[in-house]
């Protein structure tokens, strides 16, 4: 948001931003650069199955949840199926196994935090991947997974990427592993200390693993509705009271900001039920892609179904676990 100064006071604030956010993006660039994040959740939207089979859903617990979601992953497939599929249509061409990882980890949103499917994805060099197959392959996940938005975010802001913009983060890293139950637990703990940094308007963060590191031992929090002071006193003070946790970036051993180049990819499944705001974004699809991400949709509905049956068969016997279904009566769609 852009507040009308005087010009001279102006020029002299952006001077001293731009130079306190290049320092930070500097610091947080020494432990990862030229990666891009994507995050889209398992969890279907609101809009898909109703507020009440959703809060049924979460109600089986995270931990439940990410396992469902990793069955979803190495049993079914879910998420290579995607990028198979963009690859074999050529909606894609430069998303590969050397420069693009992925994996479950925790993603908080307003006060929830779900198991997500979290991607790091190299965009720079001469393997990179190029910005926009990163923008195809997360619109084409917010599709099959039927969600309402998702969203991605490298850790500095190119001004040539046509697909995002510029967006205040800070990151809090664990010495050692950090679990998705973790990271919640975490989350949860920052909303003692500031409430708008846990249930306020897009308030969030994504658990990530940071470049040369295999740990998803990192959280990464985009600033939601708030001040950008809120935003670092909150985080930081929650980051020095926790164990192994510590904040970035630092300048001088104060809490500031660096800028990240984001998305938000999204669709309204009520005024669009055919999923046009993810649609929308592949480049001329062939017919043949758009029948078989519309299956791959499918698939992902009827693994939500299944779920929910075993949620709502689990509540009729008064047992709260979905554990027994998740184990040898799980099949994939």
């Not at 200390?193 to 590191?213: P, R």
């Not at 970035?248 to 051993?253: H, I, T, Y």
């Not at 009520?270 to 698939?299: D, E, H």
Request: hydrophobic share 40%; net charge neutral; glycine share 8%.
């Amino acid at each position: 948001m852009v507040v009308p100064v005087h010009q001279n006071r102006a020029n002299n604030r952006s001077a001293v931003l731009a130079c306190v956010v290049l320092v930070g993006a500097m610091l947080v660039a020494r432990l990862a650069s030229a990666q891009t994040y994507v995050s889209a959740e398992p969890i279907p939207s609101a809009q898909i199955v109703g507020k009440e089979n959703l809060a049924k859903i979460e109600g089986a617990g995270y931990s439940n949840l990410a396992v469902w979601s990793q069955r979803l992953l190495h049993d079914c497939g879910i998420v290579q199926n995607v990028i198979s599929t963009l690859s074999n249509n050529k909606a894609i061409s430069t998303i590969l196994p050397g420069n693009t990882s992925y994996g479950v980890a925790a993603g908080g949103f307003e006060g929830v935090t779900d198991p997500s499917y979290v991607f790091r994805i190299n965009d720079s060099g001469p393997a990179a991947a190029s910005a926009a197959d990163i923008f195809v392959l997360d619109n084409a996940l917010g599709y099959a997974l039927n969600q309402g938005g998702t969203a991605q975010f490298g850790l500095s802001s190119d001004p040539t990427n046509p697909y995002t913009s510029p967006l205040v983060y800070a990151v809090v890293t664990f010495q050692g592993p950090l679990t998705g139950e973790g990271a919640r637990n975490f989350f949860n703990y920052l909303g003692t200390i500031d409430k708008k940094l846990w249930t306020g308007k897009n308030a969030g963060f994504t658990q990530i693993a940071l470049k040369d590191s295999d740990l998803s031992n990192s959280m990464l929090f985009l600033i939601g509705s708030v001040s950008t002071s809120e935003f670092t006193n909150g985080i930081y003070q929650a980051a020095v009271t926790t164990a192994r946790a510590t904040y970035s970036p630092l300048v001088n051993g104060t809490p500031t900001t660096a800028a990240a180049g984001a998305a938000f990819p999204g669709n309204d499944w009520i005024s669009r039920p055919s999923g046009q705001g993810y649609l929308s974004n592949l480049v001329n699809p062939l017919p043949q892609l758009l029948n078989q991400l519309a299956a791959l949709r499918q698939k992902h509905l009827q693994a939500v179904a299944d779920l929910l049956q075993a949620v709502n068969n689990n509540q009729a016997v008064n047992n709260n676990n979905v554990s027994s279904y998740l184990g040898d009566q799980f099949k994939c769609p």
